[in-house]
């Protein structure tokens, strides 16, 4: 017998924000630094994954070792915050947020004391059970530890929880924990790379929450 889905888990970045293109520009402006080549949209979201220590080895053509993944991510990641003014939430979020019948939280790899008062000027906190971001220094890891620790600290089941995000790492992470995901088209991954990996995929946000409301 198929376990009812009670909460449903929201990924931040490329899923309700839409920053794709600001993502894009930041990476370009990190891997500058090394002589990297210039990304466009279309490229990252074919080979954009996790570890990003990882997709910087793959669009470099050579090894990334920590120290220098270190410094990359920080340049990325000050290019990001200068650039974040300008980023509106995907055209269907807050529609999408009120459609779901059950409980809701948000997951985002975005650092931690950042991404709360940064959700807040969205509107958004009242939403959302809890509210968790990255608590390391240095970012670019994959999400199933941290999804993990985030139902263990709502007390939520991962049997009755559903995952929405827009990459391959936020199927992965639903996997390993034993939860559902819906993966959505309009962020950093490749429709076709989302259509592979084999879970359900929608095209817009109230899509994905419509179909998390039928998930068996």
């Not at 974040?84 to 269907?92: F, G, H, K, W, Y």
């Not at 309009?186 to 998930?215: I, K, M, N, W």
Request: glycine letters at 8%.
């Amino acid at each position: 017998m198929a376990t009812e889905k009670t909460h449903l888990v929201w990924d931040w970045n490329g899923t309700l924000l839409n920053d794709l293109s600001l993502v894009v520009t930041s990476t370009n402006h990190a891997i500058a630094t090394v002589d990297g080549p210039v990304l466009t949209p279309e490229q990252h979201r074919v080979a954009f994954r996790r570890p990003v220590a990882d997709y910087y080895a793959d669009v470099l053509g050579r090894a990334v070792d920590a120290a220098e993944f270190g410094r990359l991510d920080r340049i990325f990641h000050d290019a990001y915050r200068a650039g974040l003014t300008s980023c509106a939430l995907a055209e269907d979020a807050e529609q999408a947020l009120r459609s779901w019948p059950g409980s809701q939280s948000l997951l985002s790899m975005w650092f931690h004391d950042e991404l709360v008062p940064l959700v807040e000027t969205y509107g958004l906190t009242p939403t959302f059970r809890r509210i968790d971001g990255l608590r390391t220094a240095v970012g670019g890891d994959r999400k199933a530890s941290h999804l993990d620790r985030h139902l263990t600290e709502l007390g939520v089941d991962p049997a009755e929880t559903v995952l929405i995000g827009d990459s391959i790492d936020d199927a992965d992470a639903a996997q390993e924990v034993g939860a559902s995901c819906i993966l959505y088209t309009g962020g950093f991954t490749d429709p076709g790379r989302l259509l592979a990996r084999g879970v359900p995929v929608a095209e817009t946000l109230s899509e994905a929450v419509l179909l998390a409301t039928r998930h068996d």
